[in-house]
């Protein structure tokens, strides 16, 4: 199984579906050069096979006169969006991703791109949903105060107050 495996960039957990040989650690690797070659092979098919394809359809359509607006066209933006990944730990990975996104590391549209998601719409279904909560007078995150929204808030403000109350043992 690990042969026939290995010329796909699949690891054996994955094959076989079983972990249990595994340790966290290494089960974590072994999926993370899977998915990056998930990434790359998809990457690869949308030059290759999906935009010929869509070129194709582009330049039919255009033919038939139903999107007269596509012949005007010379290079239409688009991309394509697979399915994305879920990280084994959602909290670690969207502090990671408010990081990123904090230091302009990232765009939106990447972000929700790893998720199989097109920015775009994500948006626009979360100004109607904010819309509407505010018509109902529900309540918003934004609303809520950053120190109770973030999970290590508590931790960090603890180990402040461990570390002053040393300083302080200390001094006395």
Not at 2 to 8: K, M, N, P, V, Y
Not at 66 to 87: C, K, M, N
Request: a negative charge.
């Amino acid at each position: 199984m690990a042969e026939i495996g290995r010329c796909l960039s699949v690891p054996v957990n994955v094959i076989t579906g079983d972990s249990s040989r595994h340790n966290y650690a290494s089960g974590r690797l072994d999926h993370q050069t899977y998915f990056k070659s998930l990434r790359i092979e998809q990457a690869h098919l949308g030059r290759v096979v999906m935009d010929r394809i869509f070129a194709a359809w582009l330049e039919e359509a255009s033919l038939l006169g139903a999107y007269a607006v596509l012949r005007t066209l010379q290079s239409p933006i688009f991309q394509w969006i697979f399915d994305g990944t879920e990280h084994v730990d959602p909290a670690k990975e969207a502090r990671a991703q408010a990081a990123r996104l904090a230091s302009n590391t990232t765009t939106l549209a990447y972000e929700y791109a790893r998720q199989g998601k097109d920015w775009e719409a994500e948006l626009r279904q979360r100004a109607k949903e904010r819309k509407l909560m505010g018509e109902l007078g529900l309540e918003s995150e934004e609303t809520v105060s950053d120190e109770s929204a973030r999970p290590d808030a508590t931790e960090t403000k603890n180990t402040q107050e461990k570390q002053k109350n040393a300083s302080n043992t200390q001094a006395a």
